[in-house]
């Protein structure tokens, strides 16, 4: 299984994920040797295994449906790139 | 100052030998003196001579715990208020996070005095903290040695003496690998045990904080500050805390040590398995019995680690969009390149193959292939585990293949970087608790030991590993110009 330069570069757009374009010859080479690796699973017959998407097993908890949090918009934004009247400021999206 | 143990330090601040302030103006002198070492990203100076003036108060008034007044230090992926918290990443080196994290606000409760912030490999993704944004951090014990990774300033910090202990995180091994590779001790605990709130998220179902200090007595003093049921963390365990100290003088007389067999292959380097069957033997004089045991599935860890920390990370990773805090790029064109050139230009190389592996591993057509596949292989693992710990007390085995390599050795192969966590991996996707242990060296680089339990048996780990330190002393050995 190895990747192509053009994989890398549809994978890096699903992941909103800016790569140069001298870098994505040497991503897919890397990404196909980590693929290769990833392969050695397929040896194994894991028919009618349990996948395992927690150590313990554990359930997620449930709590009362209740307001704990409180308004911290303003100490929240104080660490944004831009901001205006209270909104979160990004390159305009419609026209 | 610095040789003394916490036990001693606490005592010495009882006594009136020294003051909070002194001991924290002693630990910054030393983390200034050593400042080549790169182990701090940022140092607070201002604020932990405050933590100590406090911490004085408070031990004048009688009523203070254990740590008060002791200078530690935080990995750098734990949340400070008002301090920086990087995470080792270009992408949050303007963050200064609008909260503290659980750990955090758990050592500021019992008054100890936070020195300042850890280098580490960039979001925890790396084994030898090469890939930290700030540059690499020297090994105290071979400077132009790795100290391992990701939590290789924590083991650098204490391995020099910087401070007398600190946190460390472990998601593949970046508590125990650079603990080993720096000659210190080093305990992830059981999955859910010390709260993941405001501990900056690589993979959610791995991640795990723990203690890394010179001896298994220290850690247990730590751990009891860290673990805990956080209502925050809804992966956290809600299960009483036992005292970690009580027990650590119990007989090891009868203690069933397992030797995986996977663990003593062909392939590990003969000086390495020496060094760890003489400690193993160590434990048989103090009364322990060996036997082998068979994990056939152990071999198949790194491939199925791999898939999930990347699919995890790759998912975890998705808030840095530039909008809401961390870095934004330059005079975005439209919003998909203020999100694409933001996380291009804010991301190192490993963060990014590791987005675009798990981004590929949980793509429409490749899901049942790679994540739902690695999550059957990790089940098999972890039951291998099980049936071995049911036979045993605890397993041991090497840390790492070998000893500290050199800086630059391994960068260019990502594979030979991750075979670097080979036996630390498969405890992470087991949930289990794990410790690294100094156990000798080999041309005078440290090696660790290896010591498994059974889920929440912190308290034995700690016991097995303080009862070796009571008959070797390669916990207290000191790093040549360090002493």
């Known amino acids: 299984m190895s990747l192509t330069a053009n994989d890398v570069k549809k994978i890096a757009h699903l992941a909103r994920l800016g790569i140069a374009e001298q870098d ?72 | 100052m610095h040789k003394k143990n916490l036990s001693e330090l606490a005592a010495g601040l009882r006594s009136k030998e020294f003051s909070s302030v002194e001991l924290t ?28 003036q406090a911490a004085d108060q408070l031990l004048a008034a009688g009523n203070a715990g254990p740590l008060a007044g002791i200078p530690i230090a935080q990995k750098d992926i734990f949340c400070t208020l008002g301090a920086k918290t990087s995470c080792g990443s270009k992408m949050l080196d303007n963050f200064i996070a609008p909260y503290n994290a659980t750990v955090v606000e758990h050592f500021n409760s019992a008054g100890a005095v936070m020195l300042g912030k850890l280098n580490m490999d960039e979001f925890a993704m790396g084994s030898s903290n090469e890939n930290s944004f700030y540059g690499p951090v020297r090994n105290p014990w071979a400077t132009d040695c790795v100290p391992g990774g990701s939590s290789g300033g924590s083991a650098a910090a204490v391995a020099a003496r910087l401070a007398p202990a600190v946190t460390g995180t472990d998601t593949g091994g970046s508590i125990r690998q650079p603990a080993a ?122 491939p199925a680690y791999y898939v999930i920390a990347s699919a995890e990370c790759s998912s975890n990773l998705s808030r840095y969009d530039g909008v809401r805090f961390g870095y934004r790029c330059k005079n975005p064109a439209d919003l998909t390149d203020l999100y694409t050139r933001s996380r291009g230009e804010a991301f190192g190389a490993e963060v990014k193959r590791r987005i ?33 710990l049911s036979e045993v007390d605890v397993l041991m085995g090497p840390v790492t293949p070998s000893t500290a390599f050199k800086i630059g050795e391994k960068t260019s192969d990502p594979i030979q970087m991750y075979l670097e966590d080979i036996y630390t991996i498969a405890i992470n996707l087991a949930g289990l608790p794990a410790m690294s242990i100094p156990a000798g ?24 590993g303080h009862r070796y330190q009571q008959v070797t002393d390669w916990h207290q050995q000191a790093p040549k110009g360090f002493e």
């Open chain 2, 25 to 52: 103006q002693f630990f910054l002198g030393r983390i200034s003196q050593h400042q080549d070492l790169n182990a701090f990203i940022t140092v607070s100076a201002e604020s932990a001579l405050q933590q100590a």
């Open chain 2, 181 to 302: 590779l720096c000659g210190i001790t080093g305990l992830k605990p059981t999955y859910g045990r010390v709260s993941r709130y405001g501990m900056i998220a690589y993979a959610s179902s791995l991640d795990q904080g723990g203690p890394m200090a010179r001896s298994a007595e220290d850690a247990a003093l730590l751990l009891q500050t860290m673990a805990g049921f956080d209502l925050k963390d809804s992966t956290s365990v809600d299960q009483a805390v036992p005292d970690y100290s009580t027990g650590l003088n119990d007989s090891l007389q009868g203690l069933k040590i397992g030797l995986p067999k996977q663990f003593f292959s062909a392939e590990l380097d003969s000086q390495m398995a020496a060094t760890i069957q003489a400690a193993i033997a160590e434990y048989q004089k103090l009364g322990a019995e060996v036997k082998e045991v068979d994990m056939p599935n152990l071999n198949l860890a790194i």
């Open chain 2, 441 to 464: 060296f080999i041309d005078g680089k440290p090696v660790g030991l290896h010591v498994i339990g059974n889920y929440f048996s912190e308290a034995k780990l700690l016991n097995v």
């Open chain 1, 24 to 95: 994505v010859e040497h991503y897919a080479k890397d990404l196909s040797s980590v693929l290769e690796l990833m392969t050695q699973m397929g040896r194994l017959n894991t028919a009618g295994v349990t996948p395992m998407a927690h150590p313990l097993d554990q359930m997620q908890r449930l709590r009362e449906d209740a307001v704990t949090e409180t308004d911290q918009r303003d100490h929240f934004q104080t660490i944004a790139p831009q901001t205006e009247a209270g909104l979160y400021l990004v390159p305009k999206v419609i026209d």
């Open chain 2, 356 to 388: 675009l592996m798990g981004t590929y591993a949980l793509s429409a057509g490749y899901y049942d292939a790679y994540y739902l596949k690695a999550q059957q292989v990790r089940r098999l693992i972890s039951d291998d585990f099980k049936r071995a």
